[in-house]
């Protein structure tokens, strides 16, 4: 079993939906969370970070995280079609300079 | 304020050369870290360097693959006696340091073995 799992889609939505992107993890080791963003052809792009369960909102982004059902989310209102990419989870084991381990990505549409 | 710096952005390689590819960290940014993305799977950790040392090369294949992260210059991963499956795109990143977990990429090299 990977220790990060994501579908990786493509999840396909018209412009406005609002759009949840996950990811599960097995080991409780992990304390920090990231969402990246990735175009075609491109450097994946931080888009939020957290350390502790809750949720954390940045405009439109919203990330969730649940510690003790091991499951994170990242949430898209009123998509866009700039929001097309694949998209990245990325967890941490709780040193601040360590390893990202990646979830495979969610390749997300929105079409007009 | 210039971001991570890769370059080549492409390289072309015969199987049995060398490959080189370089990464200049965001200003202020003293961690680097190298991973791999294969086609249809996600980005694979390779190596953790600090100025002129490796802290965790858990990731890195143990044969043919080299890091380095000099105190001048760029962070250079060498790949020697290149195969087939090292085609990949090879990703930067480089962190602050003290009490900062966030990483920040760069646009990658794409290198393609032939």
């Known amino acids: 079993q990977k220790e990060v799992e994501q579908d990786p889609g493509p999840l396909s939505v018209p412009e406005g939906a609002i759009v949840s992107l996950n990811c599960t993890y097995s080991n409780s080791a992990f304390q920090y969370f990231m969402w990246y963003r990735q175009y075609s052809r491109k450097g994946p792009e931080l888009l939020m970070y957290?350390?502790?369960?809750g949720n954390k909102e940045d405009g439109r982004f919203t990330a969730q995280v649940d510690k003790s059902s091991k499951y994170i989310s990242l949430f898209i209102r009123d998509s866009q079609p700039s929001d097309s990419a694949t998209y990245l989870c990325a967890l941490n084991k709780g040193s601040t300079l360590g390893r990202l381990y990646f979830g495979r990505g969610t390749q997300l549409t929105v079409w007009p | 304020n210039a971001g991570v710096m890769q370059n080549p952005r492409h390289l072309v390689r015969r199987r049995g050369q060398e490959a080189r590819l370089r990464c200049s960290p965001m200003?202020?940014?003293?961690?680097v870290y190298w991973y791999r993305q294969l086609p249809e799977e996600g980005l694979k950790f390779m190596v953790y360097?600090?100025?002129?040392?490796?802290?965790?090369e858990s990731g890195m294949p143990k044969e043919r693959f080299s890091a380095e992260f000099p105190k001048e210059g760029p962070s250079i991963l060498r790949i020697q006696q290149v195969v087939r499956g090292d085609s990949a795109a090879y990703f930067c990143?480089?962190?602050?340091?003290?009490?900062?977990?966030?990483?920040?990429f760069g646009p990658g090299t794409r290198l393609t073995v032939t």
């Open positions: 990143a480089s962190s602050p340091g003290q009490d900062s977990y966030e990483q920040y």
């Open positions: 957290t350390y502790s369960s």
């Open positions: 360097l600090q100025k002129e040392n490796i802290i965790d």
């Open positions: 200003k202020g940014h003293s961690h």
